[in-house]
């Protein structure tokens, strides 16, 4: 079961994990920043963007029915970008610090990935947009704020992704790429572990 | 050969050690299918034998023939490839060693987070992470497809008949030590 549907079979609540995470991170410090994981604000973004969608799922008539065709669209393409397009940016802080470690070339099996299918992420995201507009002209037609709000946040969401997230996540690749001298596996195998 | 670990049923011999590794990358393949098989397995089905007994088979592969194959490579041929490479300036099949070299690493790394699911699911516990099955299997994927277009074509073009004597008398032995 992937991520996102296992999430919503245990019902949770995303503003309450969310609570929670922001509860641990406050006694903990910080989330480690050397692995290659979600950062933790994207995670409880996709989540609460999630546990909306679910809640227009409940609705009825057109708003319902725009919000699964969104959830349809959405969760395959979700599914990828947790597996591959959004873990590289937990690495961001580590990398800005100048702290790049051999384990690290793991990345390039996400990155090289988001490479590959750049162009199928995009148009995915087109979908995707394509749906919530028509999501966005039933909550406007329903006057219900709340969903006409959500639309807008997660068409901006898609925005951000390709704009800022996808580029950065790449970079993050390419980065390590140009930074990492060439080692042989024993050396790696030693890092990587 | 049928009783070495890696190399159960009919595969090319040692004396054609090209064709061996080539023959792995078909079983690779079909222990990856099995794999994500078993991901919707579990969905549908949850932990029942047929899981438990498929993540058993996988476990068994990749921590057996899997680092075999790994090993065959990167302790003998690569090196010797490497050594050809320079010498006949083929830069770009040395650069393509460093990458699938490193890939190994992180597939090891991959594998050992794989096989904690792998284990639970044995153990009765439906924990397999699609996330990194997919990441698993995609990388084995494009990794193999980049032996067969880069590695393999220049290993049949550089190396000598005793030297592919001397990697197939290696990669026996590592077996029989394994054995």
């Not at chain 1, 919503?8 to 929670?20: K, Y």
């Not at chain 1, 050397?34 to 227009?56: G, K, N, T, Y």
């Not at chain 1, 037609?141 to 959500?150: H, K, L, N």
């Not at chain 2, 590695?151 to 005793?162: D, I, K, N, T, Y």
Request: contains cysteine; proline residues 4%; hydrophobic residues 45%.
């Amino acid at each position: 079961m992937n991520s996102s549907a296992a999430r919503r079979e245990r019902g949770v609540d995303a503003r309450q994990s969310g609570r929670e995470a922001l509860r641990y991170l406050g006694e903990h410090g910080k989330e480690s920043d050397m692995s290659i994981d979600i950062p933790q604000a994207l995670r409880l973004e996709h989540e609460e963007l999630h546990h909306f969608l679910v809640r227009a799922e409940s609705e009825s008539g057109e708003l319902a029915e725009a919000a699964r065709l969104v959830a349809r669209l959405l969760e395959p393409h979700v599914r990828k970008e947790e597996a591959f397009a959004l873990p590289p940016l937990g690495l961001l802080r580590a990398l800005a610090r100048g702290d790049a470690e051999p384990g690290m070339a793991e990345v390039f099996a996400y990155t090289d990935w988001l490479k590959a299918h750049l162009k199928d992420m995009v148009a995915e995201h087109h979908a995707i947009t394509a749906a919530l507009e028509r999501l966005l002209a039933a909550a406007r037609a329903a006057e219900r704020p709340e969903y006409i709000e959500f639309a807008e946040k997660l068409l901006n969401h898609a925005r951000l992704e390709e704009e800022v997230l996808y580029p950065a996540a790449i970079l993050v690749g390419e980065f390590l790429r140009m930074k990492l001298p060439r080692m042989r596996a024993a050396e790696l195998r030693m890092g990587g572990r | 050969m049928s009783g070495l670990p890696g190399f159960a049923s009919p595969a090319p011999g040692f004396d054609e050690p090209l064709e061996l590794l080539e023959a792995c990358h078909g079983r690779i393949e079909a222990q990856l299918a099995t794999l994500e098989r078993l991901l919707a397995h579990l969905g549908s089905h949850g932990c029942d034998a047929a899981a438990r007994e498929a993540s058993a088979a996988v476990m068994r592969y990749f921590d057996g023939a899997g680092q075999l194959h790994h090993q065959d490579e990167d302790q003998d041929l690569f090196p010797l490839l490497r050594e050809l490479a320079a010498r006949a300036r083929r830069s770009e099949i040395a650069a393509v060693i460093d990458g699938l070299e490193r890939e190994h690493a992180s597939m090891h790394a991959m594998w050992g987070r794989l096989r904690k699911g792998l284990q639970a699911v044995s153990g009765g516990e439906p924990r397999l992470d699609a996330e990194e099955v997919a990441r698993f299997a995609w990388l084995y994927r494009r990794h193999i497809r980049e032996e067969a277009a880069a590695v393999l074509p220049f290993a049949r073009e550089a190396l000598s008949a005793q030297q592919r004597a001397g990697l197939g008398e290696r990669m026996a032995a590592r077996r029989r030590i394994a054995a």
